[in-house]
């Protein structure tokens, strides 16, 4: 069964500061990991994807299969980075059916 | 249309009525979704179309829960019998790509239970 674990439900940081989410899932196969984010009154939107290896908005996460984690970083963040995180898991041949985890919100705060 | 759309946005329903639930995906879109929001549980996935295919129902909690999708389009979502705990913010999303993770979501229904 695939499950992802998102133990943080709220993250408070100063702006400027670094931003880590975690993210860590299981799954016997082989993973394809996402970031999904809602701003406030907006819709749930792809935020990256581990396969692309790209920065987006100052984002960056590494899949790392040893640790089983997809963690999302930022160096700097910023007030306009507030919002819901979600970790998705997908799977090869899957389609793009997901399982998400319980969210993080994160907070920036001047 | 430029998004998903889901229609209610919002319905509150006495305990024991029916409800339908619309999505409208993107034009072309050959995949559909649905899933659930509820709080502190993220989102767990209902059901899935795909094409022609023979849709996935390996998330629907119960046998009260149903979805068809006509035409390989409009999609509903009906929850028969409603309870209080199926009272959550249904989402739908669609995509076109297979296998990019990049499932466009619209504004969801906000389901309330009474």
């Known amino acids: 069964a695939q499950r992802v674990t998102q133990p943080e439900k709220l993250l408070s940081v100063f702006k400027g500061a670094p931003v880590e989410l975690k993210c860590n899932y299981s799954?016997?196969?082989?993973?394809?990991l996402f970031w999904y984010v809602q701003y406030s009154r907006q819709r749930l939107q792809l935020l990256l994807r581990?396969?692309s290896r790209e920065s987006i908005k100052g984002f960056t996460a590494d899949l790392n299969k040893g640790e089983t984690s997809f963690h999302l970083k930022k160096p700097f963040a910023q007030e306009e980075d507030s919002a819901m995180y979600y970790c998705?898991?997908?799977?090869?041949?899957?389609?793009?059916?997901?399982?998400f985890g319980t969210g993080t919100q994160l907070k920036v705060e001047l | 249309g430029a998004g998903v759309s889901q229609s209610p946005s919002n319905k509150v329903t006495e305990k024991g009525k029916d409800v339908e639930l619309r999505c409208d995906p993107i034009?072309?879109?050959?995949?559909l979704y649905w899933y659930r929001q509820s709080l502190g549980q993220g989102l767990e996935f209902l059901i899935y179309?795909?094409?022609?295919?023979?849709?996935?129902k390996s998330g629907l909690p119960s046998d009260r829960f149903s979805a068809e999708r006509t035409g390989g389009s409009v999609s509903t979502l009906t929850i028969q019998r409603t309870q209080q705990e199926d009272s959550a913010v249904y989402l739908c999303?669609?995509?076109?790509?297979?296998?990019?993770?990049?499932?466009?979501f619209g504004s969801g229904t906000q389901l309330s239970v009474l």
């Open positions: 999303a669609s995509s076109l790509e297979q296998g990019s993770g990049k499932l466009f």
């Open positions: 799954y016997s196969g082989s993973p394809e």
């Open positions: 581990h396969i």
């Open positions: 998705a898991l997908g799977f090869t041949g899957g389609g793009n059916k997901l399982t």
């Open positions: 034009s072309g879109h050959t995949a």
């Open positions: 179309f795909q094409g022609n295919s023979a849709p996935d």
